[in-house]
C-alpha cells in the first residue's frame, strides 16, 4: 500500500488515517500488526496501553506511515496489518509487546 498521513492515534496499536482502500472495503481505522501493549491483568495493561499510546503519539502523529500486508479486517470495520515509518516495521519500537506470532 502506499503512504497514509496518522490523523489520530486511537490507542497503543491503532490509528486513524486519511483513509484506505482494501479488495472491496474502506476506512480509517488500522491496528498495527506485531504488538499488543494491553496484554496481562487489568492494571498492567492500562499502563501499558497508556505509555504505547504516548510513545505511538511522539512517533508518528500527523506523520506519513506505509501501511503492508492486510492481515484481517476487523468487526469494527478497521484492517489489522504491518505498518512502517521510515521503512521501519513500527513493532520494532515496541520490542516489549511484541508477539511471537509476529509475521
Not at 30 to 56: C, F, H, M, W
Request: a negative charge; aromatic letters at 8%; one cysteine or more.
Amino acid at each position: 500500500m502506499a503512504l497514509f498521513r496518522v490523523k489520530e492515534i486511537l490507542s497503543g496499536n491503532k490509528v486513524k488515517l486519511e483513509g484506505w482502500n482494501w479488495k472491496d472495503s474502506t476506512g480509517t481505522d488500522v491496528v498495527i500488526a506485531g504488538y499488543n501493549p494491553t496484554q496481562g491483568d487489568n492494571a498492567i495493561a492500562k499502563l501499558n496501553e497508556s505509555l504505547a499510546k504516548n510513545r505511538l503519539t511522539s512517533l508518528i502523529d500527523q506523520k506519513e506511515i506505509e501501511l503492508g500486508r492486510v492481515l484481517n479486517l476487523n468487526d469494527d470495520g478497521s484492517i489489522t496489518c504491518l505498518a512502517f515509518y521510515d521503512g521501519v516495521d513500527i513493532a520494532k519500537y515496541f520490542p516489549e509487546y511484541t508477539q511471537a506470532s509476529h509475521p
